[in-house]
């Protein structure tokens, strides 16, 4: 049967855009920036996006368009030893929707409550967020039964997502249409808000004053390398599977140039937005913004909540930022189950693409109910270090190395290059085989290191046993299949 295909190539960008754009562009970005050296972070991430970020990119949009399968088919065609890579890919991919949906739940609860002009989180954000919404309870070992209040909204956003996917690149290429472009429309509404207040040029002065002593920290070097590709979605087999439903023929360097500085003009831009209110809020608190700022779930749930409720038409504000965190959400949280659809799609005999969604966002629904117990949070936030601490990166070294070393990455330059405007030249083949495999080595390395000196949060070391897993797992299998003897062909 024919591949599926995009509408057009404007829909892949929207679709590749609204995956990278994602809470990582409004919660870590900004962070980063103004903890690793304010304006002075922008020298390694642009080095990291132009060093590592885009050939990978490149790569991983090439290997799909060129092999026109999912990650796990497209390393079959290359070698079946080395399809382990393709699962070791959507294996991650697979884990991390699962959480990512629970966070998109907490956002559609705050959501719900913000429909009233004195917010529920006014008088006390952190009591609101721990206690009313999570329940946390003491440890990672206290389940406490399961939060139903999340389980519902969990439930809703999973429905939301089966029918984004459920006709595949046909239902996503409507859906992206406007989760893409609606995020940055909702932020840019923030922006003009936020900087009108007072004290958000202070803000804005915290987040970009540039200190370059920054730079001499290795530090900040690894922080941008490892935000480049969170951010990039590389690693999760997404980009191989979107660009798949490409024609064979279309601009790589283009695509991948279009994709990546979008997302880090929409990252630069977001930076502009949590400061400006940051700004504002330390002001109004009369504090410091050192003492206001944040990151990950205690800035979008705690802080920014906060701060929104300090300002006249509150309540306007708090559903346009959940509106906002929903709809940068919900297109990287699909794009991850298209990745994982693609590859049961590829091997399927007949089109079956909605019995396969419906599997996939079923189990990924069970599997989420982990994470809307009262211990949910622990999880959430051990599962997400070990497997963007390490398995992205994993899969980036294996990536380059299966590509660098066994496909030829001159040979696939050959026909980035008969396809794209823009050449590439032979240091692509060099970044592919030498120095992304070795910063990635690097960053691997240093990471262990900081893990074995001592448990992660203080974590009980049955639980950082289970993080392990997430991991160690999907490379045993990689790499088991890779050394297994291939069976005689009949
Ligand atoms: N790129 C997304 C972000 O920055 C994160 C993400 C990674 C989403 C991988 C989906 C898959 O938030």
Redesign the pocket.
């Known amino acids: 049967m024919a591949r599926a295909r995009w509408s057009s190539r404007r829909i892949f960008l929207f679709a590749a855009i609204g995956?990278?754009?994602?809470?990582?562009?409004?919660w870590?970005?900004p962070y980063l920036t103004y903890k690793f050296g304010g304006g002075a972070f922008l020298v390694p991430y642009l080095i990291a996006l132009f060093f590592l970020g885009i050939p990978l990119l490149i790569l991983e949009f090439s290997l799909g368009q060129k092999l026109q399968k999912g990650a796990v088919g497209a390393f079959t065609t290359i070698d079946s030893k080395f399809r382990g890579i393709g699962f070791c890919a959507i294996f991650s991919?697979f884990i991390?929707?699962i959480y990512?949906a629970a966070v998109m739940a907490w956002s559609l609860v705050f959501f719900l409550n913000s429909f009233t002009t004195t917010l529920p989180w006014s008088k006390d954000a952190k009591g609101f967020f721990f206690n009313d919404v999570l329940q946390i309870s003491d440890g990672i070992g206290t389940m406490g039964g399961i939060n139903w209040r999340l389980f519902f909204a969990l439930l809703a956003v999973w429905v939301m997502i089966y029918f984004s996917v459920w006709k595949g690149v046909k239902s996503v290429g409507q859906i992206v249409k406007v989760t893409m472009p609606l995020p940055i429309l909702l932020l840019f509404i923030i922006f003009l808000r936020g900087i009108t207040l007072d004290g958000a040029m202070l803000g804005i002065y915290h987040y970009l004053t540039p200190d370059f002593s920054a730079l001499l920290n290795t530090e900040i070097w690894l922080a941008a390398a490892s935000q480049i590709f969170?951010?990039?979605?590389?690693g999760?087999g997404?980009m191989i599977a979107y660009a798949s439903y490409n024609e064979e023929g279309q601009d790589i360097t283009g695509d991948a140039l279009i994709t990546s500085l979008a997302?880090s003009a929409i990252s630069l831009f977001a930076g502009f937005v949590v400061f400006s209110i940051l700004g504002y809020m330390a002001t109004a608190t009369g504090v410091g913004v050192e003492d206001v700022v944040a990151s990950g779930p205690g800035l979008a749930f705690v802080v920014f909540p906060q701060a929104l409720s300090l300002m006249p038409g509150a309540w306007f504000f708090a559903i346009l930022f959940f509106v906002t965190l929903l709809s940068?959400?919900i297109d990287?949280?699909f794009?991850?189950v298209e990745a994982v659809n693609t590859v049961f799609a590829d091997k399927a005999k007949k089109p079956m693409l909605k019995q396969i969604s419906f599997c996939v966002c079923s189990v990924c629904f069970f599997l989420g109910i982990l994470f809307t117990t009262r211990a949910g949070l622990y999880w959430l936030d051990l599962i997400d270090h070990f497997i963007t601490s390490f398995g992205?990166v994993l899969v980036g070294i294996f990536e380059c190395l299966v590509i660098g070393w066994v496909y030829g990455a001159d040979r696939l330059r050959e026909y980035i290059n008969h396809v794209s405007h823009r050449k590439l030249g032979k240091w692509w083949s060099h970044a592919i085989r030498w120095f992304i495999p070795g910063v990635l080595g690097i960053l691997v390395a240093v990471q262990f290191v900081t893990e074995i000196k001592g448990n992660y949060e203080g974590y009980p070391d049955w639980a950082i046993g289970i993080g392990w897993a997430t991991v160690i797992l999907p490379v045993m299998i990689a790499v088991g299949l890779a050394l297994k003897p291939k069976e005689a062909k009949a």
């Open positions: 995956s990278a754009v994602g809470l990582g562009n409004v870590r970005f991919g991390v929707v990512y969170f951010t990039l979605s590389l999760f997404i997302n940068l959400g990287s949280a794009s991850l992205l």
